[in-house]
């Protein structure tokens, strides 16, 4: 029942900039951290930005400087501001949420979303 949905993605040249958005849905008691993921093909899906209840972030040390994350709890929704893009961010970014909903138990779960593709190409 928890969805969440990415969207933002597409094709931008070396140096412009993309708003990736992803937005929670459901029987949503709570969100704890929200976070971006990425993978490039043959690789492993590595951490972008995570986004703490309070508001602490943390970022990858290859975006430190060009990525923004932030959130809007009213709106149930992560973004991710990503400036200066380089080819080798080309990805795709996935939204991942530590939820808590009225039904499970209390602490809260991972859920992911189904991915949103970034290619910076010239």
């Known amino acids: 029942q928890v969805q969440l949905v990415e969207s933002g993605g597409g094709l931008v040249q070396p140096g412009g900039s993309l708003r990736l958005s992803c937005a929670a849905s459901?029987?949503?008691?709570?969100?704890?951290?929200m976070g971006w993921y990425r993978q490039a093909p043959g690789k492993e899906r590595d951490l972008v930005a995570v986004?703490?209840?309070?508001?602490?972030?943390n970022y990858a040390d290859s975006v430190k400087g060009r990525f923004t994350i932030s959130r809007d709890n009213a709106k149930k929704t992560v973004y991710l501001q990503m400036n200066s893009l380089k080819p080798e961010d080309t990805a795709d970014y996935y939204c991942?949420?530590?939820?808590?909903?009225?039904?499970?138990?209390?602490?809260?779960?991972?859920?992911w979303g189904k991915g949103t593709l970034v290619t910076v190409s010239s």
């Open positions: 991942n949420a530590v939820i808590v909903t009225w039904s499970s138990r209390p602490g809260g779960r991972d859920y």
């Open positions: 459901g029987s949503i008691f709570s969100i704890n951290a």
């Open positions: 986004i703490t209840s309070g508001g602490s972030t």
